[in-house]
């Protein structure tokens, strides 16, 4: 074990990394900051703000609670359980203190390295090319401190392999990310010195900024739906294990359990409380996660702000940006407003970092989108009515034959249960009907020169927007089902986002003529015999 | 068209196998929810199995050998396989990331060999099963180099 420098007396050498000089210490391009040293002589590693030390002891605490709660009921509250408890809260804080002082931070030269030595020594060195975005958020306790915990996204596939400074001022981390960011586009575009000095405050022009009214679509969206639910689950479930902790046990949450069973209106009026908690709780998350949002551009770089709570900010590099993901729902279809997500290249955790919009009028979509990333001018190819066949037959089919089982099931037993299950089957395969349409009316594919789109869902209708030169291959499926039905599923491979977006039941025509037209290029040696149906043979291939 | 013969082949044992055992095992029980024709004749289920499967083990080896294809062409490659379903991929050569030769136990048997070949994204990726092992050699090599010369980094 490597003992840790003592906290209590901080070197000089610490204070640099404590206190960022006021003005955030411009970065110089190449050379690093200046004073920071990324030459050799003077490297000198950084620390995260001590500020953070008022953090952590709080974070650990909830964890430390039952334990030391139970220390002192096992010992009866006597004095020695109060030393024993008094030492814990001692030793969170020293764990702590330790932590923070073996964690060291330093740009050097062109990487990122990151030293964390506790017990066990590990170096953590990024290379600044290879940093795809950096993630800016500030939890509640962070921001009333005026911390901040960084993230750094570097493509490697999540978790624990992304670098995260944990608790650095709120100035440390604007000159962090510029320093990063910087470099990443700096190799390609060298700034000027004089231009560096204003380049502290890098060029920003915001794209939209939301208005707060618009957060009255977040219920729409569907997201955070469930919030109630979980909140119920959560308690009941804390109530379990603090009741073990605290004494009461198990019998007595069996006695209320049996208690609530006997009165099952007041089970109905709570389930009935939280369905109708459903939307109101769901929009109030919807707003607290997506309060003020902002999406501007940054030096070669999108970034998007949101959170009321817990403010974040996420940088993603345009270059990376492939195209975007346009998502609606049902009800936010009727209400004319989608959600927009980026397809990024080797974007981790996408699904929260990704998002460029919150729900918002089509149209501020449309337009946005245009500005941020590019537009889409071409209108969506519809696919053949076989695929209409197909969808409502895949919507309306399986429901179709519970409903026949659970008609054997009443004509041989005639329970109660078979005919519910009759029932549901029954207006299932009827909502069937209306849906297959919907799936299909919102089946498309199309190409307007640069980017080509493809169109699927229903529930969750979501269209792709993908840049041409991001198509790395093309495959095309035929379930035997699609053979005789004389449709194709298309996927487009994409190095970014899902990997591959489909365009489900194209006619073997289109199969054929999409890809030559978007990438014409790798297509043409294979269309000898004319776009009739090039996919399903003729062409003359060693056989293996 | 031999390694998708025996590769069948032991499928099929293993699923008689197993048949048998479930069979054996459910006839032995006596389960109230096992219906008494099943309990009577527990034997059944092995003849059914092999009675569905059999076709298709016929039918399966020489259908994929004759759907199955490769070319390239133009610097994109291009591959067919399948059996029920049937799958096409176009990969060119430009956007190809790795190259991989693999050889499984079968295959080994009967001097063959498969390509993977992988793209940034996991549609655009594909494998060709089954080449003599000379050939799938020198197509890698050749797939390597010309990746190398036409890389460009769009993705």
């Known amino acids: 074990m490597t003992t840790p420098r003592p906290p209590h007396d901080p070197s000089p050498e610490d204070v640099p990394g404590t206190a960022p000089a006021p003005g955030g210490a411009p970065p110089g391009h190449g050379a690093g900051p200046p004073g920071y040293g990324s030459g050799p002589p003077a490297r000198v590693p950084l620390r995260l703000s001590p500020k953070v030390l008022l953090i952590d002891p709080v974070r650990m605490l909830p964890s430390l609670l039952l334990p030391l709660l139970g220390v002192l009921f096992v010992g009866g509250f006597s004095a020695r359980s109060y030393g024993w408890a008094a030492l814990g809260v001692v030793g969170t804080v020293v764990f702590a203190v330790v932590r923070w002082a073996t964690f060291t931070y330093e740009i050097f030269g062109d990487r990122l390295e990151t030293k964390r030595s506790l017990i066990s020594r590990s170096v953590r060195t990024i290379p600044l090319e290879r940093i795809r975005g950096v993630?800016?958020?500030?939890?509640?306790?962070?921001?009333?401190?005026?911390?901040?915990?960084?993230?750094?996204?570097?493509?490697?596939?999540?978790?624990?392999?992304?670098?995260?400074?944990?608790?650095?001022?709120?100035?440390?981390?604007?000159?962090?990310?510029?320093?990063?960011?910087?470099?990443?586009?700096?190799?390609?575009?060298?700034?000027?010195?004089?231009?560096?000095?204003?380049?502290?405050?890098?060029?920003?022009?915001?794209?939209?900024?939301?208005?707060?009214?618009?957060?009255?679509?977040?219920?729409?969206?569907?997201?955070?739906?469930?919030?109630?639910?979980?909140?119920?689950?959560?308690?009941?479930?804390?109530?379990?294990?603090?009741?073990?902790?605290?004494?009461?046990?198990?019998?007595?949450?069996?006695?209320?359990?049996?208690?609530?069973?006997?009165?099952?209106?007041?089970?109905?009026?709570?389930?009935?409380?939280?369905?109708?908690a459903m939307p109101v709780l769901g929009g109030v998350m919807y707003a607290v996660f997506n309060w003020d949002f902002v999406l501007k551009r940054r030096d070669g770089y999108l970034v998007a702000e949101r959170g009321l709570i817990n403010r974040r900010s996420v940088s993603?590099?345009?270059?990376?940006?492939?195209?975007?993901?346009?998502?609606?729902?049902?009800?936010?279809?009727?209400?004319?407003?989608?959600?927009?997500?980026?397809?990024?290249?080797?974007?981790?955790?996408?699904?929260?970092?990704?998002?460029?919009?919150?729900?918002?009028?089509?149209?501020?979509?449309?337009?946005?989108?245009?500005?941020?990333?590019?537009?889409?001018?071409?209108?969506?190819?519809?696919?053949?009515?076989v695929a209409r066949n197909r969808r409502l037959f895949r919507a309306v089919f399986p429901w179709a034959v519970t409903a026949l089982a659970a008609a054997a099931g009443v004509w041989a037993s005639g329970t109660m249960l078979w005919w519910i299950l009759l029932v549901v089957s029954l207006l299932l395969a009827a909502a069937g009907i209306p849906l297959g349409l919907d799936r299909y009316a919102s089946l498309g594919h199309g190409y307007d020169g640069a980017r080509m789109a493809v169109r699927s869902g229903s529930l969750r209708r979501s269209q792709a927007v993908i840049e041409r030169r991001a198509v790395v291959g093309w495959r095309l499926r035929q379930t035997w089902f699609q053979r005789r039905a004389g449709v194709l599923t298309l996927i487009a491979g994409v190095g970014a986002g899902k990997g591959g977006y489909d365009a489900i039941d194209v006619s073997q025509a289109q199969a054929a003529t999409f890809p030559a037209e978007v990438t014409p290029e790798w297509l043409t040696p294979f269309l000898r015999p004319p776009a009739d149906n090039p996919p399903a043979g003729e062409v003359p291939g060693a056989r293996s | 068209m031999r390694l998708w013969l025996l590769e069948a082949l032991v499928a099929f044992?293993?699923?008689?196998?197993?048949?048998?055992?479930?069979?054996?095992?459910?006839?032995?029980?006596?389960?109230?929810?096992?219906?008494?024709?099943?309990?009577?004749?527990?034997?059944?289920?092995?003849?059914?199995?092999?009675?569905?499967?059999?076709?298709?083990?016929?039918?399966?080896?020489?259908?994929?050998?004759?759907?199955?294809?490769?070319?390239?062409?133009?610097?994109?490659?291009?591959?067919?396989?399948?059996?029920?379903?049937?799958?096409?991929?176009?990969?060119?050569?430009?956007?190809?990331?790795?190259?991989?030769?693999?050889?499984?136990?079968?295959?080994?048997?009967?001097?063959?060999?498969?390509?993977?070949?992988?793209?940034?994204?996991?549609?655009?990726?594909?494998?060709?099963?089954?080449l003599d092992h000379r050939v799938a050699a020198a197509l890698a090599e050749q797939l390597a180099h010309r990746a190398e010369e036409l890389r460009d980094d769009a993705t």
């Not at chain 1, 109530?239 to 069996?254: E, K, P």
């Not at chain 1, 290249?345 to 500005?371: F, I, N």
């Not at chain 2, 499984?104 to 063959?112: A, I, N, S």
């Open chain 1, 135 to 276: 993630d800016v958020s500030t939890p509640p306790l962070h921001r009333l401190l005026g911390l901040a915990v960084l993230k750094i996204d570097t493509g490697a596939s999540g978790g624990d392999e992304e670098a995260g400074l944990d608790g650095v001022t709120l100035a440390e981390a604007e000159r962090l990310k510029a320093v990063l960011l910087r470099r990443t586009d700096g190799a390609a575009r060298p700034v000027p010195g004089a231009v560096a000095a204003e380049a502290g405050r890098p060029v920003e022009r915001p794209i939209i900024r939301v208005p707060r009214r618009w957060l009255l679509y977040g219920p729409l969206s569907g997201a955070y739906l469930l919030t109630p639910f979980a909140l119920a689950g959560g308690a009941v479930g804390l109530a379990f294990q603090w009741g073990d902790d605290l004494g009461f046990g198990q019998d007595t949450a069996w006695y209320v359990g049996e208690w609530l069973w006997e009165h099952p209106y007041l089970l109905l009026a709570v389930a009935v409380l939280l369905v109708l």
């Open chain 1, 316 to 385: 993603l590099e345009s270059a990376r940006v492939r195209g975007y993901e346009i998502v609606d729902g049902l009800v936010e279809r009727w209400a004319g407003v989608v959600r927009v997500w980026a397809i990024v290249t080797g974007l981790g955790d996408s699904q929260t970092r990704g998002q460029l919009l919150p729900d918002v009028p089509r149209p501020v979509a449309a337009q946005v989108t245009a500005e941020a990333v590019g537009p889409y001018r071409a209108a969506l190819r519809r696919h053949p009515p």
């Open chain 2, 13 to 130: 044992v293993f699923l008689l196998g197993g048949s048998l055992l479930v069979s054996e095992w459910v006839g032995g029980s006596d389960w109230s929810w096992v219906p008494d024709w099943f309990a009577r004749d527990p034997w059944l289920l092995p003849v059914a199995v092999v009675v569905v499967t059999l076709p298709f083990l016929a039918a399966e080896p020489f259908v994929r050998y004759s759907v199955h294809r490769w070319e390239l062409a133009g610097d994109v490659v291009y591959a067919r396989s399948g059996f029920l379903t049937r799958e096409w991929v176009f990969v060119p050569v430009s956007r190809i990331q790795t190259v991989d030769k693999g050889q499984g136990w079968f295959e080994r048997m009967l001097g063959l060999a498969t390509l993977e070949i992988r793209t940034a994204s996991h549609a655009g990726s594909s494998a060709i099963k089954g």
